[in-house]
């Protein structure tokens, strides 16, 4: 039972369209992360949030506590943001993470 | 700032023989654990550690050893690598177990037993 739901799976975009990854949990929460895995290379964190929405850059990451979703959007997307995103919740005094099993986002110029 | 430091990189075994994976990070973190990545599935914790000389279980640590003699390193050690423990292995490093503390992830181990 994955306790974390992320969707779609896939992603295909053309350059410059605006995406959204999303992300359902089904336990209460501290924390909920975003991360980003490139081809061959490690993962990065994006965003850390509990509460409303955070913007980075093109990035913004939103979440709804009552409803336990999160939204990842890019705006302008471009060919480099090509990656895996990974949702990851905190739940409670959890000791661990526990993720989603990414988004494969293909952006195409 | 190096951050997380995983080695090595890519490592092929054979089935029973045994090897440590390397982690370290230079943030002064208590927290520190191993995930392994398979396709189609999210990253499963393996082991963590909450401190130096303090280490637990996590969801699938049969295999694996591992121990926090200092702050900075945690190595994961394959007693007997088996066929099924082909996988993609990341170190992770946070100031804090609990609360709102951003996770850093090391660049990863490919490992693939033959």
């Known amino acids: 039972k994955n306790e974390v739901e992320q969707s779609p799976q896939n992603l295909t975009a053309q350059e410059g369209e605006f995406i959204t990854i999303n992300c359902s949990y089904s336990?209460?929460?501290?924390?909920l992360h975003w991360l980003q895995q490139h081809p061959g290379g490690g993962i990065v964190s994006l965003f850390m949030l509990s509460s409303g929405k955070k913007k980075h850059g093109r990035l913004i990451a939103t979440i709804n506590i009552q409803e336990k979703h999160s939204s990842l959007h890019i705006t302008a997307s471009h060919p480099r943001d090509s990656a895996v995103y990974i949702c990851?919740?905190?739940?409670?005094?959890?000791?661990?993470?526990?993720f989603g099993s990414g988004t494969q986002l293909t952006v195409l110029p | 700032n190096a951050g997380v430091t995983q080695t090595p990189k890519f490592q092929v075994l054979k089935t029973g023989q045994s090897m440590t994976l390397q982690c370290a990070q230079d943030m002064n973190h208590e927290y520190m654990s191993w995930y392994r990545q398979d396709p189609g599935m999210g990253l499963r914790l393996i082991h963590y550690s909450v401190g130096a000389g303090i280490t637990d279980q996590g969801e699938v640590p049969n295999g694996y050893n591992v121990s926090r003699s200092t702050t900075e390193d945690f190595p994961l050690r394959l007693l007997s690598a088996a066929p099924s423990q082909t996988s993609v292995y990341f170190c992770a490093s946070s100031y804090s177990v609990l609360g709102n503390t951003e996770a850093f992830f090391g660049q990863g181990t490919r490992l693939t037993v033959v």
């Open positions: 336990v209460g929460i501290s924390a």
């Open positions: 990851a919740v905190r739940s409670g005094s959890a000791r661990q993470l526990t």
